[in-house]
């Protein structure tokens, strides 16, 4: 694929290529990923100025995204990735492989720097949700923090730099500058820009409060190493923008996929004879398994891995409290979603009487969830956020765009952000495949299919 670059992301690019430590706030969906690959491509090879690269991601990004995204583009598809995850074992044999990106989750950063010691061998290291560094007093910071001399290349990424308030910018801008805009400790930094608020019995101080032209000051000393984006102020964005994020599978859950749609597919008729009712049989129990867990012949839900639900709290993380209205296909995902959630300390909410649609036209509502045959037309839904989540694909396209429109509608202050969880490797790619075609859906599902048994039957 050809990647023609919004002028927003020319413009980031450039800033990555000038500015060798530089904090690129960007709204979700407006091409974080691709933007700096595009710009690290270049560095790498047209201007020699990085050798090593080091990207530190969340989980189940750092298993899929950044190696897909790269994959993706025609520019950039020369990028070789390895993803330092897994066992240790298994790091440091990803370690000592020739890439150009090495990809780690963020807990595995206290190790890396630790293993390395002295001879820390990355000399560009892109930070994505840099907002998950923002405690000073974390490990993962104290460790990155230690390396930071040796860094000669940083890029940030991130759409809420400071979720819970302007202190939580120290920690990630120290290790752009070292402390030279905001100060070289945070105490110094608090006393600076902050008055002490709420004080218990004894004289405790429980919170900090900015100080009268505090948010003014702090991103005039930053401005110059730190871009902030939001979708609403580019015009020439589309009003909605489709984001895929790819869930892989751990290996015992990608050998229960490939199993399961080996067994059922040699139980069907050659492919030519194959009904809409057994292919809807076959679809619905391998969109389950994608979803992570499968109904029995009494209907008990078997949770079989975690891998989407893992992907969905993380997505649910990024966004830093930002409202989400998210769909889901089969009960038991919305029983596992929601015991997911249940310690997030986040306000979720199913979708059921209209007080749950006027509380989350109010923001009292972090996450509303839903089935989307039950919410997919009638309802607005626009003034509670920007952000959709589908969980469970569906195939029907009527349906699909119906929920959508809950945001997208006449009244919408903001750029919609439609976040589809896709597993490789399974039919959730067909749904989404179906659902880009717009036309022919039921054509597609069968073709689709007849692919796979195909593919299955002849020992692929």
């Not at 933007?35 to 090593?52: P, S």
């Not at 032209?213 to 015009?235: F, T």
């Not at 949770?303 to 993380?317: N, R, S, T, Y």
């Not at 038991?332 to 209209?354: F, M, Q, T, Y």
Request: charged letters at 25%; a neutral charge; aromatic letters at 8%.
């Amino acid at each position: 694929m050809i990647f023609k670059p919004h002028a927003y992301q020319q413009h980031c690019i450039n800033k990555i290529i000038e500015v060798k430590k530089l904090g690129l706030f960007l709204d979700m969906g407006l091409g974080k990923t691709v933007t700096t690959l595009t710009a690290v491509k270049d560095l790498k090879y047209n201007r020699f100025a990085v050798c090593r690269v080091l990207v530190i991601a969340p989980k189940k990004v750092a298993e899929g995204t950044w190696t897909r995204e790269a994959a993706k583009w025609d520019h950039t598809k020369m990028l070789r990735a390895s993803p330092v995850l897994g066992s240790q074992t298994k790091r440091i044999r990803a370690l000592n492989t020739p890439a150009d990106l090495y990809i780690i989750n963020r807990e595995n950063i206290v190790w890396l720097v630790d293993y390395y010691r002295n001879s820390w061998p990355f000399d560009m290291v892109i930070v994505d949700e840099s907002s998950s560094f923002k405690s000073h007093s974390a490990k993962r910071f104290k460790a990155l923090a230690s390396v930071s001399g040796r860094i000669d290349r940083l890029v940030e990424l991130t759409g809420t730099p400071s979720p819970n308030g302007l202190a939580d910018l120290w920690s990630q801008v120290f290790l752009l500058d070292a402390g030279e805009r905001l100060g070289k400790k945070y105490t110094q930094f608090r006393e600076r820009f902050f008055d002490p608020g709420r004080r218990g019995a004894d004289g405790m101080i429980y919170d900090y409060r900015p100080k009268v032209g505090s948010e003014q000051s702090i991103l005039e000393r930053i401005s110059d190493i730190c871009i902030s984006m939001k979708a609403e102020d580019y015009l020439q964005l589309p009003d909605v923008t489709y984001h895929e994020i790819p869930v892989e599978l751990d290996l015992r859950s990608r050998k229960a996929y490939n199993d399961l749609e080996r067994k059922m597919v040699l139980e069907l008729p050659d492919e030519e004879d194959i009904s809409v009712t057994s292919a809807a049989a076959l679809s619905n129990k391998l969109l389950q398994l994608s979803n992570g867990a499968l109904y029995d012949e009494d209907h008990n839900a078997h949770e079989i891995h975690g891998c989407k639900i893992e992907a969905f709290l993380e997505l649910i993380e990024s966004l830093q409290g930002k409202p989400a209205l998210v769909f889901y296909n089969f009960q038991h995902d919305r029983e596992r979603i929601l015991l997911a959630l249940s310690k997030s300390g986040l306000r979720v909410r199913e979708l059921r009487k209209p007080v749950d649609e006027d509380d989350w036209n109010n923001r009292n509502i972090d996450v509303l969830l839903t089935h989307p045959a039950s919410s997919a037309y009638g309802l607005n839904l626009q003034q509670g956020g920007n952000h959709v989540i589908w969980f469970g694909l569906t195939w029907n396209y009527e349906l699909y765009t119906q929920a959508n429109k809950r945001l997208h509608r006449q009244g919408q202050t903001e750029k919609v952000i439609i976040h589809h969880l896709v597993c490789t490797g399974t039919r959730d790619e067909d749904v989404m495949q179906a659902l880009q075609r717009k036309d022919d859906v039921q054509s597609w599902v069968m073709e689709s299919l007849k692919a796979r048994i195909k593919k299955i039957k002849e020992g692929g």
